[in-house]
C-alpha cells in the first residue's frame, strides 16, 4: 500500500523591521579637509571620527535615534573629545545634544556654512577660552550689603525695624533696592576687572551672574601664548578687592561663548 505524503504549507514569518536609524552627534568643527578617525571614546563609547567638506570638517559620532539625555558620563565624553580636539587646535565648540539627520545632513550644512565656518575658525584659531568668577565670601551676602551701603540700611531699618510685621510691599521695596544696589556693584567691579584682564585678551564675554553671591563671570578668549601673562593679571584683579572677595579662574577651554554661527541643522 503506498503512503501518501502531505506537504505543509511554510509558516508565515512575521514581516522584518526595519533596523532603527541612528543620527550623527556633532561635536565641534575644525578646519581640516580630510576625514579621520579619532577613537571609540564618543558618547556611549562611540567612534569619534570627521566628516569633510570643502575646507573643513564636523567631528561627530553615529548614535541611536530617540533623545540623548544628557548623563553625566555623556557629558564627560562630550567633553573629553572636545579636550583631544583642543590639543591639536582651536576647534569650534558645539553644544552638548546637537544631532542631524545622516552624515549627508551634515556635509550639506558645512557646504552652505562655508565661509562662516572658517571666519569663526580665524577668529579664534590659537586661542583659549579662559573662565573668571568672582563671589562675595561672606556668610550673608544682605547682610554684608546693610553693612556696606547706608542706603540700604536706612530702608532696612525704616521699613522692616518696627514693631509691627513689615506688609508684603515694604519687603518687596527693600528686595528692589537691594537688588539695584548689586547689580550697580556687579557693574562697577567688572568695569575694573576687565580694564585689568584687557590687556591679555583678546575678547571678553560678560555672562549672567548664577546666584546673588556671584560678583562677576567673565568668559576670556586669550592667546594660548598669553596664557601666562593673563594669569598675572587675574592676580593683580585680585589684589583690588578685600578678603570679602574669592576669585576663581578655569579654563582652558573650547571658546563656547565666542562661537555665532547659526548651524541651520
Known amino acids: 500500500m503506498g503512503q501518501t505524503t502531505t506537504a505543509k504549507a511554510p509558516e508565515k514569518q512575521p514581516p522584518s523591521q526595519p533596523a532603527a536609524r541612528g543620527r550623527t552627534y556633532l561635536y565641534a568643527v575644525i578646519g581640516d579637509a580630510q576625514g579621520r578617525t579619532y ?7 562611540r567612534k569619534v571620527y570627521s566628516i569633510p567638506a570643502g575646507k573643513v570638517a564636523a567631528v561627530v559620532s553615529d548614535v541611536p ?6 548623563e553625566r558620563s555623556r557629558l564627560a565624553a ?3 573629545v572636545l579636550k583631544k580636539l583642543m590639543a591639536e587646535a582651536t576647534p569650534l565648540p558645539m553644544s552638548f545634544g546637537i544631532l542631524a539627520d545622516s552624515p549627508q545632513a551634515v556635509r550639506n550644512m558645512l557646504s552652505r ?4 565656518l572658517r571666519e569663526q575658525l580665524r ?46 510691599e515694604q519687603k518687596i ?9 548689586l547689580n550697580e556693584d556687579r557693574e562697577a567691579y567688572a ?11 583678546f575678547e571678553i564675554e560678560p555672562n549672567k551672574c548664577r546666584n546673588e553671591g556671584e560678583a562677576l563671570n567673565l568668559a576670556c578668549l586669550v592667546e594660548r601664548a598669553a596664557m601666562p601673562q593673563f594669569e598675572s593679571s ?3 584683579a585680585a589684589k583690588q578687592f578685600d578678603n570679602n572677595f574669592a576669585f576663581d579662574y578655569n579654563g582652558p577651554w573650547a571658546p563656547h561663548n565666542f562661537v555665532e554661527v547659526d548651524l541651520e541643522l
Not at 556654512?113 to 562662516?116: E, I, L, Y
Open 234 to 236: 587675574v592676580f593683580e
Open 39 to 45: 577613537g571609540d571614546f564618543g558618547v556611549d563609547g
Open 173 to 181: 521695596e527693600v528686595g528692589r533696592l537691594f537688588e539695584r544696589l
Open 191 to 201: 568695569d575694573k576687572v576687565e580694564a585689568i584682564l584687557a590687556p591679555h585678551c
Open 123 to 168: 577668529r579664534v584659531a590659537g586661542k583659549v577660552e579662559m573662565g573668571l568668577r568672582v563671589t562675595w565670601d561672606v556668610p550673608n551676602i544682605f547682610e554684608y550689603f546693610v553693612n556696606t551701603h547706608p542706603e540700604l540700611r536706612l530702608a532696612r531699618d525704616r521699613l522692616l525695624g518696627g514693631q509691627r510685621e513689615p506688609t508684603q
Open 65 to 70: 535615534s530617540g533623545t540623548l539625555r544628557p
Open 78 to 80: 562630550h567633553q573629553e
Open 113 to 116: 556654512n562655508q565661509h562662516a
